[in-house]
């Protein structure tokens, strides 16, 4: 079981830039993805990002790449989405969630935080 809090979130431009973290506790990242999600009102939740812990492999959305960047800070267990040239349909509710690799234990996933776009 992991635990995750996320910070970060907050209201920017259309073309701005705002990183997101996502603070892992309770056990050892190895063997874990990270990845975020977002959701929109009215539509299902949305892949945007995963990173494979411990070998730092990632996978973006083909809406998100080119423009986000997800990392990791071992020392830290915190992972991070860096989100540059954002556009009003970034606009969103922000998911940050763990995955144990070949379990099927439902995720864990953070409280979410609110991301505005403003054109």
């Known amino acids: 079981q992991v635990q995750l809090v996320q910070s970060g979130g907050g209201p920017v431009h259309a073309g701005g830039s705002l990183t997101l973290s996502c603070a892992a506790s309770?056990?050892?990242?190895?063997?874990?993805?990270m990845f975020w999600y977002r959701q929109v009102p009215g539509k299902d939740y949305e892949f945007v990002a995963r990173?494979?812990?411990?070998?730092?492999?990632?996978y973006y959305a083909d809406s998100v790449k080119g423009r986000f960047v997800i990392s990791k800070d071992n020392a830290r267990k915190t992972m991070y989405l860096q989100m540059n040239s954002l556009k009003p349909e970034d606009t969103a509710v922000y998911y940050c969630?763990?995955?144990?690799?070949?379990?099927?234990?439902?995720?864990?996933w953070g409280q979410g935080t609110q991301v505005t776009v403003s054109s």
């Open positions: 309770g056990r050892t990242l190895s063997g874990y993805d």
């Open positions: 990173i494979r812990w411990s070998s730092g492999e990632t």
């Open positions: 969630g763990a995955d144990l690799i070949g379990s099927t234990m439902a995720r864990d």
